[in-house]
């Protein structure tokens, strides 16, 4: 269980994301605006902290710098309506742990936050397990029943996508999106996705490739039996 | 209506206009005043004559002796009288050896019951001699003054114009995009001046439409971007919430893919507008070459058209490194979006020049068009319309070149990169 801060002053946006991270069990506090977001970092600690960079009040690159003032462990992903190269790097010169551009699909954001936390708390050395998968993050290997499976780098991206998305429904565009990024527009159709996750599915023998499964015809599940 | 016309600069124009009347004044002048003085000059000649036929004929009758002087004068009886004849004649003339022209009067007159022909003669060479004098030396006179002018013309020409040439410089100078107003140079005649007003009063106005139109793509695409957030998140989390009908999941699908497509198409504007106001500064060398065979990469992952990188060859350039990268992957992906038939695409990088290739059933009709926004040769939804723009924005950015041509059924498309 995460105790996570999302700084967002768009309440419709703060909702659906906490209304997403709560159903893995996190808790989600809110803060709508800069001051209220200054409040909460001085007052609690979170193992976390969404913060929107446009806050009506206030700039939330101030409270990145406040937090960094401060010697604040809490890891911070930036989420931003703007698209540009200086101001993410700006975010991440002053500390921030990875930078979004809105919109942003939530099970983008939730892979985001695990990696985060990930390096963060365990310095990149923990163990993901789900039954009998597991996965190294630091050599990036994939373990069924303790022995090691060969994938291909998408493979493990889209594994490890699906674990840490477990029990969500993941269409084939967020799945795109997620490997591809920008370009995954050029796909005219997505069978190139299914071709991915078939040999995932066979790589993962039986046992492990069960989990995967298929919702509502054309998207995916990762969850147990 | 649109014809042609020849431009000639303007002090050129107003030194041949000048060149000209001139020319002709100075011409047409001196032919008047030529048959002027010899209208003037024979009136005097033939008074000469006149008084001097007079002055015989008084002597005849005061009972003087037979006239003779010639070629000058001549007295002759005659039997009857005739009508006086007034004439041109060329006749021997001793003193001089040889026939000279005279002008010849010749009248009949009875004195004392004695009829006479009195002729009397003078020499036409001489007023010829006074009437090119004359004339020579008007040429020689105006002809000076003329040059004079002509030149004194010319200068308080350039002089005059001065300021009005100078703005013309600035204007063809002025861009859209640069930040700084015209600067014009004031003048002290007032059509220019007014002149000055106008220009700059428009260019201003122009610039700020310019900076608003700027301003505007920025703010929808940015201000965009949160409401599209909040659709997304919403989206995904009825996906996940209550259990769906397959179509009611198709449906939220096809609404997140359309998600997609306004949220690649103000992020492409938003490039646009910054490589407009100049936003990418920084200027690195790299290898286009190297560029494109990481796209091709990053491609042939979602690509079932496979791309053959055939020749390649180091194309260094300076420039920024994230827009290098953006125009070879959208040369590449326009390439896989509009290639037909599954054939493969073939990119060449050779003497500073990359072309790629895809496969196409005809040319494209409106070449001229390609790089225009939101421009599409065909209404597949696939594209946003703006790729080819962005590249041709990065092309301009760096005085690169892009030029398009159809051969043997493939849409090719070479980058110069030589400046």
Request: glycine residues 4%.
């Amino acid at each position: 269980m995460m105790k996570i801060l999302i700084a967002e002053d768009e309440i419709e946006l703060q909702n659906s994301i906490v209304t997403y991270l709560e159903r893995d069990g996190n808790v989600c506090e809110r803060a709508s605006d800069y001051y209220e977001a200054l409040y909460k970092i001085d007052l609690y600690e979170y193992d976390l902290l969404v913060l929107d960079i446009n806050l009506i009040t206030g700039n939330g690159l101030d409270i990145l710098r406040v937090l960094k003032r401060n010697k604040s462990q809490t890891p911070v992903i930036i989420i931003s309506a703007n698209n540009s190269l200086d101001d993410k790097l700006e975010g991440l010169d002053l500390g921030a742990d990875d930078y979004l551009t809105k919109p942003f699909h939530l099970a983008e954001l939730n892979s985001r936050i695990r990696a985060v936390l990930r390096r963060g708390k365990f310095g990149g050395m923990e163990r993901i397990e789900f039954n009998e998968i597991s996965i190294d993050t630091n050599s990036r290997t994939a373990y069924v029943d303790n022995s090691p499976i060969v994938l291909t780098r998408k493979e493990y991206d889209l594994l490890l996508f699906f674990i840490t998305n477990k029990g969500r429904v993941l269409s084939k565009e967020i799945i795109a999106e997620h490997l591809w990024g920008d370009h995954s527009d050029l796909a005219d159709n997505f069978d190139f996705i299914y071709v991915h996750i078939n040999n995932l599915r066979k790589k993962l023998t039986e046992t492990g490739g069960k989990y995967i499964k298929t919702a509502y015809g054309s998207g995916y599940k990762f969850m147990e039996d | 209506m649109n014809k042609k016309i020849k431009k000639i600069p303007l002090i050129q124009k107003t030194s041949k206009t000048f060149l000209w009347i001139g020319l002709v004044l100075m011409l047409g002048s001196t032919v008047v005043l030529y048959y002027y003085l010899r209208v003037v000059l024979q009136a005097e000649v033939e008074e000469e004559l006149r008084s001097t036929e007079s002055r015989i004929e008084k002597s005849i009758e005061e009972g003087g002796m037979d006239y003779q002087l010639p070629p000058v004068a001549e007295v002759v009886k005659v039997d009857k009288l005739d009508m006086e004849i007034l004439k041109d004649t060329l006749i021997y003339d001793p003193s001089q050896n040889e026939l000279e022209e005279f002008r010849e009067l010749s009248t009949f007159s009875s004195i004392n019951g004695q009829n006479y022909r009195i002729t009397v003669r003078a020499l036409v060479v001489e007023s010829e001699n006074i009437l090119l004098a004359v004339v020579l030396s008007y040429l020689a006179i105006i002809l000076v003054v003329f040059i004079f002018l002509f030149y004194l013309n010319k200068s308080r020409n350039q002089k005059v114009w001065h300021p009005f040439f100078r703005n013309l410089e600035q204007m063809k100078s002025f861009s859209l995009t640069s930040e700084t107003p015209i600067e014009l140079m004031d003048s002290d005649i007032l059509e220019f001046s007014e002149l000055n007003d106008e220009m700059t009063t428009l260019t201003n106005k122009v610039r700020a439409d310019y900076k608003n139109l700027k301003q505007y793509t920025e703010d929808v695409s940015h201000e965009m971007q949160t409401p599209l957030a909040i659709i997304q998140a919403k989206i995904e989390n009825v996906i996940n919430g209550e259990m769906l009908e397959d179509t009611q999941y198709e449906q939220l699908t096809s609404i997140q893919k359309d998600i997609q497509r306004l949220t690649q198409m103000t992020k492409r504007l938003t490039l646009l507008t910054k490589i407009e106001n100049n936003q990418f500064l920084k200027k690195e060398k790299l290898d286009i070459s190297r560029q494109l065979k990481k796209n091709i990469q990053d491609f042939s992952e979602i690509s079932t058209i496979s791309i053959d990188f055939e020749i390649c060859e180091s194309i260094w350039v300076d420039m920024d490194s994230f827009l290098a990268q953006v125009l070879c992957s959208n040369l590449i992906s326009n390439a896989i979006k509009y290639s037909t038939g599954h054939k493969n695409i073939l990119v060449n990088a050779q003497n500073g020049k990359v072309t790629i290739a895809n496969a196409g059933e005809k040319a494209i009709r409106h070449p001229e068009m390609l790089y225009s926004r939101f421009y599409r040769e065909s209404d597949g939804a696939k594209s946003t319309g703006l790729g080819l723009a962005i590249v041709k924005r990065i092309c301009d950015l760096y005085g690169f070149t892009i030029s398009y041509h159809f051969e043997a059924g493939m849409h090719h498309f070479t980058v110069s990169f030589i400046e």
